[in-house]
């Protein structure tokens, strides 16, 4: 069974960049998965940030996407989360996830989230 | 942006009651649809995919229901576990877009 494990600073410095690596085990990030980022700020719901395919191929949320990048490492089985010039609207807690065909997409593993704040 | 409108956001119940959530697509996403309960500090939980499939290990008093533009996820005999909050989210175009939560508390 697939498990997904965030890490990453836990305090950015507004303007700074916000970078967060998912570590996959007891499955290849080669799979036929999409690899996903998913937020949610204290108290509200869930956001989705965006995805990749092991090929490299990204999805994101137009909200986001003149600030983020997502990368995978097949050397490393993981997938990384780069977000720009952030501020203090970016404090969340940051999960990575994956999703498949079979489950129409639907992301049925997740980490146990990361909480990342924004703050000087 | 596909609009995923949940309603209601809050609802009351007791134990054993019968629930139903409903969640409007902005555009016809087929059967794109998925079911998610999060417990307070944890990662959410994927319930229900395509629409009305079980996820492995979900128990069957959850059940899933609809295509095109409107979706209900029920729950029958509401359990004290249950009393948290449930999201939909349309995974048919990207963004792969929420809605924005009903939360389910104890009358």
């Known amino acids: 069974q697939v498990q997904l494990q965030e890490s990453g600073p836990g305090l950015v410095k507004p303007s700074g960049t916000l970078s967060l690596t998912c570590a996959v085990s007891?499955?290849?990030?080669?799979?036929?998965?999409?690899w996903s980022w998913v937020r949610q700020p204290p108290g509200k719901g869930l956001e989705w940030i965006g995805e990749?395919?092991?090929?490299?191929?990204?999805n994101y949320s137009p909200s986001l996407d003149s600030r983020v990048t997502i990368s995978v490492d097949k050397s490393k089985n993981q997938f990384s989360l780069n977000l720009r010039s952030v501020t203090a609207a970016d404090t969340a807690v940051y999960y990575c996830?994956?999703?498949?065909?079979?489950?129409?997409?639907?992301?049925?593993?997740w980490g146990q989230g990361t909480t990342v704040n924004v703050s000087s | 942006d596909i609009q995923m409108t949940q309603s209601p956001s809050s609802l009351s119940a007791s134990v054993g009651d019968r629930v139903t959530i409903t969640c409007r697509a902005s555009?016809?996403?087929?059967?794109?649809l998925n079911w998610y309960q999060q417990k307070p500090g944890k990662a959410p939980r994927l319930l229900i995919y395509?629409?009305?499939a079980l996820q492995s290990g979900v128990p069957s008093r959850f059940s899933g229901s609809g295509a095109g533009t409107d979706f209900t996820l029920t729950i029958d005999s509401l359990q004290p576990e249950d009393f948290v909050t449930y999201y939909c989210?349309?995974?048919?175009?990207?963004?792969?877009?929420f809605g924005q939560g009903t939360k389910v508390d104890i009358k």
């Open positions: 996830a994956s999703a498949d065909l079979n489950h129409y997409y639907g992301m049925d593993v």
């Open positions: 007891g499955g290849s990030i080669s799979s036929s998965n999409w």
């Open positions: 990749i395919y092991h090929s490299g191929s990204t």
């Open positions: 555009q016809t996403i087929g059967n794109f």
């Open positions: 395509a629409a009305s």
């Open positions: 989210q349309q995974s048919y175009y990207t963004p792969r877009t």
